[in-house]
């Protein structure tokens, strides 16, 4: 898989070759974490053939509806992790969906909620400011909750005033009878005006091609902004660090998901052709590192058997995964901490 470099909130790139573009759309929003600078940053010759559409596309809506589930099924790949956690996305991750007559950039925000600490409003802030970024939004409902309830009115609400056309996906149908979703569509589109209503399942695949063909109709001309082989600007570091956290956010309850954060040293490609990866996963108090070591250290030894099948998976080679646990109090209040896991405003 193709990934972006390190700089995963790099600056707009020069995008040489797309002068006579008639949209500059990176030089509109310097905060969208942009493709890598290098000459693989430019467009594709030919990506401009008449007709050739592209555009960023926003993922909107509470904690835990699904957005990096559907994120992942648009991609066709493993991305964003998953979990029944909410809040589970901490910053934006670029999926890049190539088309034969277009290129769709997908932004998976942190879910909309209200913020209880810095690294909350942080989550909040992304999420708004990449709505006013992008030239159409997918926001996502959830079809169990049958109504819309306050979170979604106050999603509803941060739209009112964009002028960015937006679709309406009602996910999760697979959780209720066939027979319901019409009148559960119709209660949420209430809500504000949708080019388009798409009932899916993010999980199963259901509705999920109806949605692209939606999406890529809203898309203007516009030339390729990434390259073809490229699926996500987060650098591999990164993900792997993101396949740590997601089994920990499976194995763990309460008060540990969200007080932790990973980050991966340097990774090195041993001669017997093994990956060494190690991974420091850092969290706020003693009792949280005790929690995630275990008993005999059967916890970390499992958090770290599931983590390697993914990383393996993702990498396609061996992994040694050497996972360390280590106290940082309070790091989701300071800026500090926040700014070295990545976190930047
Ligand atoms: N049954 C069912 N579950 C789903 C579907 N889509 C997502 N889920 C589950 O919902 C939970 C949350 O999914 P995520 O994709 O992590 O949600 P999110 O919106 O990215 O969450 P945040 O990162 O917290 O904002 C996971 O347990 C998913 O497996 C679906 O279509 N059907």
Same mark, same amino acid.
């Given at each position: 898989?193709?990934?972006?470099?390190?700089?995963?909130?790099?600056?707009?790139?020069?995008? @040489?070759?797309?002068?006579?573009?008639?949209?500059?759309?990176?030089? &509109?929003?310097?905060?969208?974490?942009?493709?890598?600078?290098?000459?693989?940053?430019?467009?594709?010759?030919? @990506? &401009?053939?008449?007709?050739? &559409?592209?555009?960023?596309?926003?993922?909107?809506?509470?904690?835990? %509806?699904?957005?990096?589930?559907?994120?992942?099924?648009?991609?066709?790949?493993?991305?964003?992790?998953?979990?029944?956690?909410?809040?589970?996305?901490?910053?934006?991750?670029?999926?890049?969906?190539?088309?034969?007559? $277009?290129?769709?950039?997908? !932004?998976?925000?942190?879910?909309?909620?209200?913020?209880?600490?810095?690294?909350?409003?942080?989550?909040?802030?992304? $999420?708004?400011?990449?709505?006013?970024?992008?030239?159409?939004?997918? *926001?996502? #409902?959830?079809?169990?909750?049958?109504?819309?309830?306050?979170?979604?009115?106050?999603?509803?609400?941060?739209?009112?005033?964009?002028?960015?056309? &937006?679709?309406? !996906?009602?996910?999760?149908?697979?959780? !209720?009878?066939?027979?319901?979703?019409?009148?559960?569509? @119709?209660?949420? @589109?209430?809500?504000?005006?949708?080019?388009?209503?798409?009932?899916?399942?993010?999980?199963?695949? #259901?509705?999920?091609?109806?949605?692209?063909?939606?999406?890529?109709?809203?898309?203007?001309?516009?030339?390729?902004?990434?390259?073809?082989?490229?699926?996500?600007?987060?650098?591999? $570091?990164?993900?792997?660090?993101?396949?740590?956290?997601?089994?920990?956010?499976?194995?763990?309850?309460?008060? !540990?998901?969200?007080? %932790?954060? %990973?980050?991966? +040293?340097?990774?090195?490609?041993?001669?017997?052709?093994?990956?060494?990866?190690?991974?420091?996963?850092?969290?706020?108090?003693?009792?949280?590192?005790?929690?995630?070591?275990?008993?005999?250290?059967?916890?970390?030894?499992?958090?770290?058997?599931?983590?390697?099948? +993914?990383?393996?998976?993702?990498?396609?080679?061996?992994?040694?995964?050497?996972? *360390?646990?280590?106290?940082?109090?309070? *790091?989701?209040?300071?800026?500090?901490?926040?700014?070295?896991?990545?976190?930047?405003?």
């Amino acid at each position: 898989m193709t990934t972006g470099g390190p700089g995963q909130e790099s600056p707009a790139p020069g995008r @040489a070759g797309a002068a006579e573009s008639p949209r500059e759309p990176h030089e &509109r929003r310097p905060d969208l974490p942009g493709a890598p600078g290098g000459p693989g940053a430019h467009p594709a010759p030919g @990506a &401009r053939a008449q007709g050739f &559409r592209s555009g960023f596309v926003a993922l909107i809506g509470r904690p835990n %509806v699904g957005k990096s589930t559907l994120l992942n099924q648009l991609i066709g790949r493993k991305i964003a992790i998953m979990s029944d956690k909410p809040q589970t996305t901490r910053t934006r991750i670029l999926g890049v969906l190539n088309r034969p007559g $277009a290129q769709l950039v997908f !932004v998976d925000t942190p879910g909309i909620h209200k913020p209880q600490h810095l690294l909350g409003e942080h989550m909040v802030q992304i $999420a708004r400011r990449t709505l006013q970024e992008v030239e159409a939004v997918c *926001w996502l #409902v959830e079809a169990p909750d049958r109504e819309p309830g306050p979170g979604d009115r106050f999603i509803a609400e941060q739209l009112a005033g964009l002028k960015t056309p &937006r679709v309406l !996906v009602v996910n999760k149908i697979d959780q !209720v009878a066939p027979g319901e979703v019409p009148a559960i569509a @119709a209660r949420f @589109a209430e809500l504000g005006t949708f080019a388009a209503v798409h009932p899916v399942s993010a999980l199963h695949g #259901v509705g999920v091609a109806e949605l692209v063909g939606t999406l890529e109709g809203l898309l203007p001309e516009g030339p390729r902004f990434f390259p073809e082989d490229m699926v996500t600007d987060q650098p591999e $570091a990164q993900i792997m660090a993101e396949l740590i956290r997601e089994q920990i956010l499976h194995l763990t309850r309460e008060e !540990v998901p969200h007080a %932790v954060a %990973v980050q991966i +040293e340097k990774v090195e490609r041993r001669p017997n052709g093994v990956v060494y990866v190690p991974a420091t996963i850092y969290v706020e108090r003693e009792g949280q590192k005790r929690i995630l070591i275990g008993e005999q250290g059967r916890m970390l030894k499992e958090i770290g058997r599931l983590a390697r099948l +993914e990383i393996e998976a993702l990498l396609g080679s061996r992994i040694y995964l050497d996972l *360390w646990v280590k106290v940082k109090p309070d *790091w989701r209040n300071k800026q500090g901490a926040l700014s070295n896991f990545g976190f930047h405003q």
